[in-house]
């Protein structure tokens, strides 16, 4: 671990492998054409990859959707370093699809405040799973063990990016 205020360890821990088949469900939903049938929870994210150029899609949970503006927020559980999170701060996404819904839209990263009011946001909203958040993300090597023991804070640690449709909310 640093030194400093992140309590991320500069390695992960390995996820353990029924986390890792349960988690990649979503992926492989969606590589099958089948991602709708997840609703709006999960979203794919069409990127580029920053070293390779190459057209990337990632599957990611949304932590909060806003009917109204159509956003979609989406944390990343590996912090800064998680290579989709790394390519989107080089190159914008190309495309997002969830549910029956796919549209180019526009993104923007979250301010720690903002996470804040999300991570506060789920925890209200999705009681049960922000209760066993801490013990989840460690099974799946997002966080070491007993890092966290509020959920709030630990949901609050990852950095938040948000799409909504380029052009207002997809019908």
Known sequence: MDSGNNPR???????????????DAPNWLYGHGLGWTLGGRFLAVQHVGRKSGRDLTTVLEVVVHDPVTDERIVASAYGPTANWYRNLQEHPATLVRTGRAEFVPEQRFLTPEEGREVAERFGRAHRFEARVGPRVMAAIGAVPAGTFDDPVEMFASFPMVAFRPEHGPVL
């Open 9 to 23: 360890p500069t390695t992960r821990p390995r996820p353990r492998p029924w986390a890792k088949v349960v988690f």
